[in-house]
């Protein structure tokens, strides 16, 4: 086959969800559908569990779990379809935000009856931002949820998109019948189901008098009502604003009943798009070109201290992909080849002899690699878009054994190069504030330094709420302001400026008084808004 029909075949996606909305569910539905598992049960969920949130060896343990789980690649219709698995938990937030630069589009799951919450908004903007295409699934319909013209009201306000419903409900909760589609003409019945893929099916349209013997007068007048005013409120559905990441199609279902997954999942085949063109600092890298090019957007630690290895996750952006084949390393000018990458067909490990664009490879890594890093076959480039957000949490590390302090800074190194959390290195003093999204980073963090390195730390809280990343075009005005802010600048591990700001407010406040200076929440200056 040749490269181009490899591409062709190729889908890569995430889905991302608040935590409890139904992803875990979802994601192992599309598995049974595409014949990848043959049970309901078989994904172990890496759903962290809420009563384990002050214990983290038992959240790392299941993040353990969670690397068989990282991708789930199946084919289904002659399409290779790979998911994408995002951590549920809030403190590994940062750790979705990496993987949806790793796809070409992603499905969105609202629990009806919550409608959209906090992590919702914060993993749409992420998709925002790069306009990624996103299909929307609302789930649980089996119970009593709020209005769905209400819920695409709130979607399109909070969320910052315009949708399109491409089923309608008929009801909800202990009433709910199924979901006309608006698209096929056909009305599909829900039963309470936990086993069986395929719904009863009627094509009935909707001026069809059978619609009274299907679902009842009441029903029939209403759905004829509601769609009535869909097909008012909302544009037709675009396939062109869907793939430019403006409009999304939204579909109504129940996740543990199967249903409504199939036809999400056929409409997904049918209009998500195939592997994409990717930024770099140089130039944009199309998937159709002959030479091999990816990058790496996760790694994985092994907790276990008899096998130190890290698995390293590469999304090939072009050509081939070859087992033992030297590549560029870009960021460390050097070549290096893989013995035994591997791919996630099945949700198995197996040897990757070759990969394609959209294809993700497992590599083993000894310490090569950092979030970012770009493999070619000699071009000097970097892929861009996959940018460090201001972490919540600021707190200054403290070396507890002045013999360890090699050990410390190697562990602090390696650590924030996988991604845990980011460091921020004060001039004076050499003084280490790291920053995360969450707690429990601080936990892991102090646990890894002691059990992997042999180094003592412990953790002070500092005055520090939020980091912005700092340039000017002016070098002069730059260094002025980073003299007279003092231990209020750290650098970033590639060694930019960033102002560690003890408030929105202290920002803002700088911002007005200097406005030579820019101030950005991310590290990615170039793509992402300014301040
Ligand atoms: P997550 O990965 O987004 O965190 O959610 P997950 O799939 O684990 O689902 C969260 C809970 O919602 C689970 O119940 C799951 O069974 C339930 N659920 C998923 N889809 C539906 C649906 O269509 N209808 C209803 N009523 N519930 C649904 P749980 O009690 O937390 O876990 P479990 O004991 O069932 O595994």
Redo the contacts with the bound molecule.
């Keep these: 086959m040749s490269n181009i029909q490899e591409i062709k075949k190729r889908r890569t996606f995430a889905i991302i ?10 994601t192992e539905k599309l598995l049974l559908f595409g014949g990848a598992i043959q049970t309901a049960g078989a994904v172990k ?1 890496n ?1 962290i569990k809420k009563t384990a949130t002050s214990d983290f060896m038992e959240i790392e343990k299941q993040r353990g779990i969670s690397v068989a789980t990282s991708v789930m690649t199946f084919e289904y219709k002659d399409l290779l379809i790979n998911i994408l698995d995002t951590p ?1 938990h809030k403190d590994f937030a940062e750790d979705t935000y990496r993987t949806l630069t790793a796809v070409d589009s992603v499905i969105l ?1 609202i629990d009806c009856v919550k409608g959209v919450e906090e992590q919702t908004e914060r993993l749409m903007e992420v998709c925002r931002m790069r306009n990624t295409p996103v299909i929307i699934f609302i ?5 009593e949820g709020q209005n769905p013209f209400d819920l695409l009201d709130e979607l399109e306000t909070k969320l910052n998109i315009r949708v399109r419903p491409l089923t309608w409900p008929i009801n909800m909760g202990s009433d709910f019948k199924g979901v006309y589609s608006l698209y096929e003409q056909k009305l599909y019945f829900f039963k309470i189901n936990k086993t069986k893929i395929e719904s009863d099916v009627a094509e009935v349209s909707l001026d069809d008098e059978n619609l009274e013997s299907l679902v009842g007068e009441r029903d029939a007048y209403q759905l004829r009502e509601d769609v009535e005013l869909v097909e008012g409120v909302y544009d037709p559905f675009s396939e062109d604003a869907y793939q430019k990441g403006e409009l999304a199609p939204v579909f109504f ?5 199967n ?1 409504g997954v199939k036809e999400l999942l056929d409409t997904f085949c049918q209009i998500s798009p195939t592997p994409q063109p990717r930024p770099t600092d140089a130039r944009k890298v199309e998937p159709t070109e002959p030479k091999f090019s990816g990058f790496i957007f996760k790694i994985h630690a092994n907790l276990d201290p008899r096998h130190r290895d890290r698995i390293a996750f590469l999304r090939i952006c072009s050509g081939k992909f070859e087992r033992n084949k030297f590549y560029h390393h870009v960021r460390l000018d050097k070549d290096v080849r893989f013995a035994s990458p591997f791919s996630f067909m099945a949700s198995a490990k197996s040897v990757m002899d070759e990969g394609f664009p959209g294809d993700v490879v497992g590599l083993y890594d000894t310490g090569n690699f950092k979030i970012g890093d770009t493999l070619t076959e000699g071009e000097d480039l970097m892929f861009s878009g996959i940018p460090s957000f201001s972490p919540e949490i600021f707190k200054e590390l403290i070396n507890l054994d002045p013999m360890k302090s090699k050990q410390l800074e190697k562990g602090i190194q390696q650590l924030t190069d996988e991604g845990v959390a980011q460091l921020f290195t004060l001039d004076l003093g050499n003084r280490k504030i790291v920053g995360t999204v969450g707690e429990l980073q601080f936990d892991v963090i102090q646990y890894r330094l002691e059990h992997e390195y042999g180094a003592k730390c412990r953790w002070v809280p500092i005055n520090t709420a939020r980091a912005c990343w700092i340039t000017s075009d002016d070098k002069r005005k730059l260094d002025e302001f980073i003299r007279l802010k003092g231990n209020q600048i750290g650098y970033d591990k590639d060694r930019n400026p960033v102002f560690l700001a003890e408030s929105e407010w202290m920002i803002r406040m700088n911002r007005d008084n200097n406005p030579d200076i820019q101030f950005h929440f991310t590290s990615e200056f170039k793509t992402e808004s300014v301040v």
């Design positions: 969800s608040h935590p409890d909305a139904g992803k875990t569910t979802l969920s759903k549920g799951v789930n649980k319909l089996d119970r279902g129940s996740a543990i009943n249903f």
